[in-house]
């Protein structure tokens, strides 16, 4: 069983910059994919970005040159740094775990994740 708890979402005009941070507690032993997906009022669960088992790093489109997630594996905590928000990012941002990458970038879209948390709002406004 893997606990994992988002903070750092909030209210930001337009360009602004917010760093999320997503603490995981359970069973730090296994190697998991680790990573973010959003989904905003009325819309479908979009991948945000997530580090593989292997160490490789895979962003969405949408968020690509914007977004950096990192993990400190010290301290069990991911993070996503979100620079030059737009509205569009507006959403709930899900912190998840899971056996590879894509099941956070991309099956999200259809089953979450074998693992996730209960999200951080962030709000852009334009």
């Known amino acids: 069983q893997v606990q994992l708890v988002e903070s750092g979402g909030g209210s930001v005009p337009a360009g602004g910059s917010l760093r999320l941070s997503c603490e995981v507690s359970?069973?730090?032993?296994?190697?998991?994919?680790m990573g973010w997906f959003r989904q905003a009022p009325g819309k479908g669960r979009e991948g945000v970005a997530a580090?593989?088992?292997?160490?490789?790093?895979s962003y969405a489109d949408s968020v690509k040159g914007r977004f950096t997630v990192s993990q400190d594996n010290a301290s069990n905590i991911l993070y996503l740094q979100m620079n030059s928000l737009k509205p569009e990012d507006t959403a709930m941002y899900h912190c998840?775990?899971?056996?590879?990458?894509?099941?956070?970038?991309?099956?999200?879209?259809?089953?979450?994740?074998?693992?996730w948390g209960q999200g951080t709002q962030v709000t852009v406004s334009s």
């Open positions: 580090i593989d088992s292997d160490g490789s790093i």
């Open positions: 998840a775990a899971d056996r590879r990458a894509v099941y956070i970038l991309v099956v999200v879209a259809a089953v979450l994740p074998q693992y």
């Open positions: 359970g069973d730090t032993s296994t190697r998991y994919s």
